[in-house]
């Protein structure tokens, strides 16, 4: 799976946009591009994904480069419950399932 | 409701006494996994299993065994815990083209 890199931490707020980047130049054509947060040591959550068109779900945005190289994750209306560790991961679809791997995420801070 | 359970959710035990941190997800996923969350860390990966009597191991595997013998539980084994084992565990598991689904983990501490 392709590497990512993200800010090690970010601060928005709140009401606000919080727009959080990702780096991914290494990825491949059939690799997807998805984002995960953990709120203060609850397990992760999923939030969205993406190969590479940009997408939009009830809870945040994705918006893919035209290289792919890099995406932003953006949450439009930032409240205080979204302050947690938001982690990127890039992985192919081998055969339907899969377990991520973590990087170190960035930590999202927001406030009033 | 879909969810991965884990129990128990806090556990303090005693160095070399044997223990299992249970796991089980009701969505009839193919894929689990085990993670440790320490801080400066991050989740690290412990051991998973592509489906029943499937399992591999992750980045840090040591010191833990696991085992996979129907399809919803994939329980974590120490066998003889040490205090550099005090962490975060989380389980979770996928299956074809879903998301991942975590657990809302196990602090365990080992004096």
């Known amino acids: 799976d392709a590497k990512t890199t993200q800010p090690p931490s970010m601060d928005c707020a709140e009401g606000r946009a919080a727009n959080l980047p990702c780096n991914h130049s290494?990825?491949?054509?059939?690799?997807?591009v998805y984002w995960y947060r953990q709120i203060h040591s609850q397990g992760p959550q999923y939030i969205i994904h993406?190969?590479?068109n940009n997408e939009t779900n009830e809870m945040a945005s994705l918006i893919i480069t035209e290289d792919r190289k890099s995406s932003t994750l953006i949450l439009p209306h930032a409240t205080l419950r979204d302050t947690a560790v938001y982690y990127c991961i890039v992985r192919v679809a081998l055969g339907g399932s899969y377990i991520p791997t973590f990087g170190r995420g960035t930590s999202l801070i927001v406030h009033p | 409701e879909a969810q991965v359970t884990q129990n128990p959710r806090y556990l303090i035990t005693v160095t070399g006494k044997k223990l299992t941190v249970t796991c089980s997800q009701n969505m009839n996923h193919e894929y689990m996994s085990w993670y440790r969350q320490d801080p400066g860390l991050g989740l690290r990966q412990i051991y998973y299993?592509?489906?029943?009597?499937?399992?591999d191991k992750g980045d840090v595997p040591e010191g833990y065994k696991v085992s996979r013998k129907e399809k919803r539980n994939f329980p974590l084994i120490l066998e003889s815990p040490s205090p550099n084992q005090t962490s975060l565990y989380f389980c979770a598991s996928s299956g074809f083209n879903t998301e991942a689904f975590f657990g809302q983990g196990t602090r365990l501490t080992v004096v």
């Open positions: 993406g190969l590479k």
């Open positions: 290494t990825i491949s054509g059939n690799e997807y």
């Open positions: 299993s592509m489906n029943v009597e499937v399992t």
